[in-house]
């Protein structure tokens, strides 16, 4: 059997690298360590720009020793957790690597979460100490998790803004946040950090041992809590940081959240290793970005396709300077090549020259895994491996690899795959499968294949796969084909019940003019649709809706969509 040495050189992807090393250098133990490192050798340089207020690495850094500190006297230890429920902002960044220092574990969940995911939260986790912010108080107060909690630790917004930000923020915000009651469990985090003494013990933690849980979407029932260790994170984000040429003086837009990968591993962590600075945006609007865009001009942005969409609409960036954007990249879900095409021919013609590059990850690898090479692309592909990752192509539900161009479940290895899933052995089992090779390799779920040059094509989820008449029926394929249609705006694809094909090939669509809809409208797109495809992958019906329901990083909830019922 060739050795894993062997087996990795001869990958085809390699080919596509150019400058970029096929083996990273060596990596920090630990998430603090990563950044302890920029903050010892580039103290003065920005680190983060929140709101207008910038902060230096230094302050960076005193702050995360700081709230180290002021964790470690409140009984937070290693192996603990702490859940941090808050937008991207300094104090959840900080606390995040604080806790890393005291080998603590930080789960980052949506601070809009509802009461009841919070106590699934907390009890999966076992925390009982929370950041969150203010105005989420009232609904912690009142969580009765299975282990009561004993620290609740607020942080305001304007906690980091000065000046007329701030004053502003209080009038038109501040003043809506309703009082908080006297309560024991309560400590604010701008006093908690200007009384707490720095920590000075050396840090906790090994590569090995887990820095943060993060949590599944959960579409199809309660979200699972994968844990991820220091090496995952911090290899991750050497990955981005070689894959992208992030470095020092570059900026980066950190538009998704801290309780995503993305936004965790590559729009901070990765930010911090390169000695680049973070704006970070707490909540957003497309409108929003686009300012943003114009006048904080990061290098590099990240974000989910309905905002590239979005953005290619917006009138404020017509004729703006856009030379600035050096990498953009779609992530969360497929990348339709009108959104791409729309977008890169906006940067264009702002006087810049980028390409929207496609990617593909899972939160169980931390985020993603393959990208598209900066410089080159191939129509309909995700990318390729990033350096020290390998993927194959496996016959579903077996760990046989099937040749190359032929479908099958992407199975990914190397060193961002995840340790597990918390407190579900069953589950983990099924995920994480031990080869021939001897090595652990993930299952996906996602259909896909490779071509001859090492370039990988998703598919679907096996989940969203249509069989249709004995047909496979690929929904992202179908909806791809009625988003050239130049009536639609957004489109999803559905398989319902039917007595005679097993599942019948629904689209639902949202139209540019909501006026256009009827049996006229319908006829054209399926008219559409068969032109292009094949007889039984084309919708059967068209239904036309006024949105698309969507998860909270934006995505198309297919498993909203999949609850209702949509024909007779």
């Known amino acids: 059997m060739p050795t894993l040495e062997a087996t990795y050189a001869s990958r085809p992807w390699l080919a596509h690298y150019g400058p970029i090393p096929h083996h990273l250098g060596p990596a920090e133990p630990t998430l603090y360590a990563s950044v302890a490192a920029i903050i010892k050798r580039l103290p003065k340089a920005p680190a983060f720009d929140f709101l207008d207020h910038r902060g230096s690495y230094h302050e960076l850094g005193e702050a995360i020793d700081r709230c180290a500190g002021a964790l470690r006297v409140l009984g937070l230890g290693p192996g603990d957790r702490i859940l941090i429920a808050a937008p991207t902002c300094p104090q959840g960044v900080i606390a995040l690597y604080a806790a890393n ?73 501040g003043r809506k946040i309703r009082r908080v009651p006297p309560d024991p469990r309560v400590l604010w985090w701008a006093g908690l950090l200007s009384e707490a003494t720095p920590a000075k013990e050396a840090p906790s933690g090994t590569a090995d041992d887990t820095a943060a849980i ?34 020092e003086g570059d900026r980066v837009l950190a538009i998704l959240p801290i309780f995503h990968g993305f936004g ?70 497929r990348l339709p090549s009108p959104v791409k095409e729309r977008f890169e021919a906006l940067v264009a013609g702002g006087g810049g020259k980028v390409q929207l590059i496609e990617g593909y990850g899972l939160t169980e690898t931390v985020t993603g895994v393959i ?44 060193p961002a795959v995840m340790q597990g899933y918390l407190g579900d052995p069953s589950t983990t089992a099924e995920a994480l499968r031990v080869h021939a090779d001897g090595r652990t390799w993930l299952h996906t779920g996602d259909l896909g294949r490779m071509d001859a040059d090492g370039y990988f ?16 029926v690929y929904p992202a394929q179908v909806e791809e084909i009625l988003l050239t249609h130049p009536a639609v705006a957004e489109a999803a694809v559905i398989g319902v019940p039917d007595p005679v094909q097993i599942e019948r090939v629904v689209g639902i669509v949202v139209l540019k003019e909501p006026g256009a809809a009827g049996k006229e409208q319908e006829r054209q797109l399926i008219a559409h649709c068969r032109e292009r495809l094949v007889k039984w992958s084309c919708p059967r019906t068209i239904v036309f809706v006024s949105d698309l329901p969507k998860t909270r990083l934006g995505k198309i909830d297919y498993g909203a969509l999949a609850k209702r019922s949509w024909v007779s």
């Not at 699934?120 to 009142?142: E, R, S």
């Not at 094509?457 to 496979?472: A, E, P, V």
């Open 214 to 247: 993060l949590f599944s979407g959960g579409t199809t029932g309660r979200p699972k809590g994968i844990l991820l260790s220091n090496r995952n994170i911090v290899t991750e984000g050497m990955m981005v940081t070689s894959w992208v040429g992030l470095g």
């Open 101 to 173: 220092r005291l080998g603590a574990v930080a789960a980052m969940v949506h601070p809009l979460s509802t009461p009841d995911e919070l106590v699934h939260y907390l009890d999966l986790t076992g925390a009982q100490h929370v950041l969150t912010l203010d105005a989420l108080y009232p609904k912690f107060a009142t969580l009765q998790p299975r282990l009561p909690l004993k620290v609740i630790i607020l942080a305001r917004i304007n906690d980091y803004l000065r000046g007329l930000k701030r004053v502003g923020f209080a009038l038109r915000y």
């Open 264 to 333: 965790l591993a590559a729009c901070i962590n990765a930010t911090f290793m390169a000695g680049a600075e973070a704006i970070m945006v707490p909540t957003f609007t497309p409108r929003t970005v686009a300012t943003l865009i114009r006048t904080k001009r990061p290098n590099m942005m990240a974000g989910v396709p309905t905002l590239f969409d979005a953005l290619s609409h917006d009138p404020s960036l017509r004729g703006a300077d856009l030379s600035c954007l050096r990498v953009t990249i779609s992530g969360a879900d």
């Open 371 to 414: 990208l598209t090479p900066l410089q080159e692309s191939r129509p309909g592909s995700i990318g390729v491996p990033l350096p020290d990752m390998d993927a194959i192509i496996c016959r579903p539900d077996t760990t046989e690899e099937v040749p190359v161009g032929e479908e099958g479940e992407i199975c990914l290895a190397g």
């Open 457 to 472: 094509y998703f598919t679907c989820r096996l989940k969203r796969l249509i069989k249709s008449s004995g047909y496979n």
